[in-house]
């Protein structure tokens, strides 16, 4: 388990939770046991709308507190002022290819391909896409399952909200009986959470379609903002979503349980204890 102590990224982990449980708290209380009292329908929501904040939940606390890849550090540490000369004859073992592996001279190690230095993590992360302050973590090859799963049930949830909300709207309940105070208060938090709603939901359907599309692409945000270009073989898209979300049904890809096949795609390096 990984907590990155940054102050930004608490405080989004904050927000998060804080408008998860009053997206909660408003359609409960003053959507559908106001306009749906005894009814089934009431009963029918209830469930489903806490299910898809439960599975918000799993999704996001699992990409906060999973390891999102960090590659090992040395058990010595690393002599620089040898290494380029040594390396120059003798790549890394286990690759074959010098120029996939590379040094960090932060972290002091070896990093097997597509492996980046995170500045706010102070560690190099496998197939790093991004540092995301929302989930207080680093998107990469561990728990970008799980980010993806986050925005999903959040686009998933905002559009439940405004759906709701204006079905209460459309069909308001003519026997309810609400007093005037009532009455304001659910108009008060229905706009407030149909604009919460809008506004969360347009943001991480463009976040979730960038990372399908890093995705399909087989390139990450690092790579595209390093203009290093689509360098690997060209592959099955079933098998790149695959790679992500588990070997399992596809049916299974929205659930926030580990996937047996989430070990890297790439082996420690056996530098870890090499000393130069």
Partial sequence: MVFI?????????????GAVL?????????IIL?????????SFHVVLFNTVVFLLAMSHSKAVFSDPGTVPLPANRLDF?????TNKNNP?????HSSEWTVCTRCETYRPPRAHHCRICKRCIRRMDHHCPWINNCVGERN???????????????LYSIALIVGSWVWPCEECGQNVIETQLRMIHS????????????????????????????????????QKGTYRPNRRKYQLLADVFGRGHPALWLLPCT?????????????LSHEV
């Fill in 191 to 226: 706009v407030i959470l149909m604009l919460v709603s809008a506004l969360f939901g347009l943001f991480v359907t463009a976040i979730m379609v960038d990372q399908l599309h890093a995705i399909l692409y087989d390139e990450t945000a690092v790579e595209a903002i390093q």
């Fill in 259 to 271: 996937s047996l096949n989430h070990a890297s795609r790439y082996h420690d390096t056996p530098l």
């Fill in 144 to 158: 970008q399952k799980y980010f993806l799963q986050f925005l999903i049930y959040v686009a998933l949830l905002s």
């Fill in 81 to 85: 002022s040898d290494l380029h000369t």
């Fill in 34 to 42: 106001t306009t749906m009292p005894g009814s089934l329908w009431m």
């Fill in 5 to 17: 102590r940054d102050p930004c990224g608490i405080a989004c982990l904050v927000v998060t939770y």
């Fill in 92 to 96: 890394p073992p286990g690759n074959g």
């Fill in 22 to 30: 009053y997206a909660d708290y408003v359609v409960i209380r003053w």
